[in-house]
Structures are given as structure tokens and as C-alpha cells.
């Protein structure tokens, strides 16, 4: 009998927001949205949706999953554990091999926030309904304001037109206005096998490899030589911009990826973090803190490092990470 399967993707580092988020510990699993991650969270918002969790992480991070889900009471699941980090393409067709044909998998990040969970709930039932119709479902989200940060689909009624990259403030405003646009959620619903078949239609080299290197997992280890010779793709430019399968949730819950402290700051708000009166805010200590000429900007504090910057500026961090990498630090 065929399952519905949450794959959660947990391999990300989360760049723009260091320094809060390290290799060592990634903002999906720092426990600063009320007492629990993004990681938990997640588990636990699709876990009466589905019948298992496969984790796909990798060799940094997986011991950090085991003790998410430990930390909410969730002991049955599977895990497969990336020697290196080979993209959305490559950590998707891995979870395909290890369920079976008729299996649907629900692909969800791990670093998302996601609230309003009836509507969330429905959404999801509407993309296991057109799963189980051999259709690649994505889902949109209804965008609330011009974002530059997240790639957009263009869609009519639930089919996609298709993908654009993460825009300049005026084409955003244009695609807010147009309505023809959505925020690409990158979460994703489909059988096992109408993904492979996909996948080894447009990615013949991503599928062959994928598959020699699952056949060689060892205790839910994969081989690192193996998993070396697999092109490093998003499942977006692999499959989900060519196959004429696809179909898109549009959907009404509320959601951010958190993948910058723009997002962070806007919840950390909402949810009682105090500002001054100029909108400048401190996140990581209580140390008696007072911004001078600058308004809505932010002070983030570590034990080992201090960033401050303008709330617009919050996209820009990843340079920071990208130039500390650049030198090897062990900041990161």
C-alpha cells in the first residue's frame, strides 16, 4: 500500500543569517521560534499530513536531526546522509530510490515558517489528490509585497507558465501587480516514480548517478567518491522548468522562508521582541544596547562576532559569509 512520505531537505547553512547561523549549528535548528526550530517545526506541522519522515542531511548536520526529533518525541523515521552537498535535484531522487514506486513524496525545506495551519493543511491534501493523478505539484504562494529575496512562478489557473529567478525591486513590483506571479514556496508533492521518470528524461547523468551512489549506501551513509560524480543542479532547472507534468498549489497559508533577518526581524516583532522608537532592534543579548542616527537596524550579538545592519541591507549578509569562506574562518 502506498505512503505519503515528508522529506524533509535540512543540507542548508543558512548564509544570511550569520552569524546566528553556523556550519555547526544552521538556523534551522536554532530554537528561537518560541521554544522550538524551524527543523521541529516542520516535523510537526505535517506528521498527522503524512505516514513517515525521511531526512535527507548531510555529515555536519545529521546528528543535529537526531536531536530535533528527538526533542518532540519523534523516534520513527529514516534518515540518508549526504557525503557532500550535490543540490535539490540530486537530495530528491535519493529519497525517491529509498521509498517505494507508488509512495508520494511531500518535499518540504526545513528552514521554512509556515503559520495558519487549516489552510496549510488543505493545501497539501489538494497536492496529494493531484499527485496521485501522476502530476508534479508545486506550490505558490500569493505574494503580500515585492520581494526580491525568493523566485517567483508565473502561473494560469494551476498551471505554471514558468520560473523567474529572484528579481530587482522593479520587475517584483511589476509581478505584484500583474497577479500573474507567485512566490515559489520550493516545496513539492509527487509520486517516487513520476519523478524519476522525469528526472531520467531531462537528467539522464543527475539520475544515473544518483542511483550508483544510493545502491552504495552504507548505514544510510553515502559514499563520497560516488556522490562526487553527481552534477550539482536544482530540481527547478532539472525538472520542474522542463516536464509539461506539472501542476501548481496555489495556496493561502502564511509563509517565509527566514532566510534573511528582514524575515527574522518582522517575526521576532510580531511575536513581542521589543524596538526603540526608531525601529532599531537587538537580537542575542540583553546587554543595555543605544543606536544613534540610524533607524530600523539591527544589532545581532554572538560570542564570537557582532553584524549591524540597515533591516533593507538583509539580503547583502551572504557576501559576509561568502568573504569569511573565501578566507576560512573559523567564524563560520
Same mark, same amino acid.
Given at each position: ?137 508545486? !506550490? ?7 520581494? &526580491? ?8 489557473? =494551476?498551471? +505554471? #507558465? *514558468? ?97 534573511? !533577518? ?7 516583532? &510580531? ?8 525601529? =532599531?532592534? +537587538? #537580537? *542575542? ?48
Amino acid at each position: 500500500m502506498s505512503k505519503v512520505v515528508n522529506v524533509i531537505l535540512s543540507g542548508g547553512v543558512g548564509s544570511r543569517l550569520w552569524p546566528l547561523s553556523r556550519k555547526n549549528k544552521p538556523k534551522q535548528y536554532l530554537n528561537i521560534f518560541g521554544d522550538k526550530s524551524l527543523f521541529q517545526l516542520t516535523a510537526l506541522r505535517n506528521k498527522k499530513l503524512t505516514d513517515s519522515i525521511l531526512v535527507l542531511g548531510n555529515i555536519d548536520n545529521y546528528v543535529l536531526s537526531d536531536i530535533a526529533l528527538s526533542g518532540i518525541n519523534v523516534d520513527q523515521y529514516q534518515q540518508i546522509i549526504e557525503a557532500a552537498p550535490r543540490n535539490t535535484a540530486a537530495a530528491i531522487a535519493l529519497a525517491a530510490f529509498a521509498v517505494n514506486d507508488e509512495d508520494i513524496l511531500l518535499i518540504t525545506p526545513s528552514d521554512h515558517l509556515i503559520e495558519n495551519q487549516i489552510e496549510y493543511n488543505k493545501s497539501i491534501n489538494k497536492a496529494i489528490r493531484l499527485a496521485e493523478q501522476d502530476y508534479l505539484v508545486t !506550490f505558490g504562494l500569493v505574494p503580500i509585497r515585492p520581494e &526580491t529575496g525568493f523566485g517567483y512562478i508565473q502561473v494560469k489557473k =494551476n498551471d +505554471v #507558465i *514558468g520560473f523567474r529567478e529572484k528579481p530587482n525591486l522593479e520587475t517584483a513590483q511589476e509581478f505584484l501587480k500583474s497577479g500573474d506571479f507567485l512566490w515559489n514556496s520550493g516545496m513539492f508533492c509527487f509520486k517516487s516514480k513520476i519523478f524519476l521518470e522525469e528526472l531520467e528524461k531531462y537528467q539522464p547523468t543527475v539520475f544515473e548517478t544518483s542511483k550508483k551512489a544510493f545502491e552504495k549506501i552504507n548505514d544510510s551513509r553515502l559514499p563520497l567518491e560516488e556522490s562526487m560524480e553527481i552534477p550539482s543542479i536544482s530540481v527547478d532547472y532539472a525538472v520542474m522548468e522542463k516536464t509539461d507534468r506539472l501542476k501548481v498549489v496555489k495556496s493561502g497559508f502564511d509563509w517565509s522562508d527566514m532566510g534573511s !533577518f528582514e524575515s527574522l526581524y518582522d517575526y521576532l516583532k &510580531t511575536n513581542g521582541q521589543k524596538t526603540d522608537k526608531h525601529g =532599531n532592534m +537587538v #537580537i *542575542g543579548t540583553d546587554i543595555y544596547t543605544e543606536f544613534l542616527g540610524i533607524k530600523k537596524s539591527i544589532l545581532i550579538f554572538t560570542e564570537d562576532a557582532i553584524l549591524v545592519l540597515k533591516k533593507e541591507k538583509s539580503q547583502d549578509v551572504k557576501k559576509i559569509y561568502e568573504n569569511l569562506n573565501i578566507k576560512n574562518t573559523q567564524l563560520l
